[in-house]
C-alpha cells in the first residue's frame, strides 16, 4: 500500500502556485464555486470567454511588466480636478 501524505492547506497552495496562471483561476473559480453551492450569484454574472480572455491578457500584460500602471491616487486626483472644474 502506497502512503499519501496528508494534504494541508499549505501544501495545496505550494502545489497550485507551480499551475499555469490560468489554471489557477479555473481552480479558484471552481472552488468559489463549490463553497457557494455551486449557484450563481444573483449580483455577479456570469464572465462570457470574451471577457475572460480579455481579463487573462491584461493580467498577462501586467506580469509581463508591458502595462502601464496608473496609481489609484493619480487617477482619483485627476478625476477630482475634472469635477471641481465642470
Do not use: C, K
Given at each position: 500500500?502506497?502512503?499519501?501524505p496528508?494534504?494541508?492547506?499549505?501544501?495545496?497552495?505550494?502545489?497550485?502556485?507551480?499551475?499555469?496562471?490560468?489554471?489557477?483561476?479555473?481552480?479558484?473559480?471552481?472552488?468559489?464555486?463549490?463553497?457557494?453551492?455551486g449557484?450563481?450569484?444573483?449580483?455577479?454574472?456570469?464572465?462570457?470567454?470574451?471577457?475572460?480572455?480579455?481579463?487573462?491578457?491584461?493580467i498577462?500584460?501586467?506580469?509581463?511588466?508591458?502595462?502601464?500602471?496608473?496609481?489609484a491616487?493619480?487617477?482619483?486626483?485627476?478625476?477630482?480636478?475634472?469635477?471641481?472644474?465642470?
Open positions: 500500500m502506497i502512503a499519501i496528508a494534504l494541508t492547506v499549505e501544501s495545496f497552495l505550494e502545489v497550485s502556485e507551480q499551475l499555469p496562471i490560468n489554471d489557477q483561476y479555473e481552480l479558484l473559480n471552481r472552488l468559489s464555486d463549490r463553497l457557494h453551492g449557484e450563481e450569484d444573483d449580483n455577479e454574472a456570469a464572465l462570457s470567454p470574451e471577457w475572460m480572455a480579455e481579463i487573462n491578457r491584461r498577462a500584460e501586467v506580469e509581463a511588466g508591458t502595462a502601464e500602471l496608473i496609481p491616487e493619480q487617477v482619483l486626483a485627476e478625476l477630482r480636478a475634472e469635477l471641481r472644474s465642470e
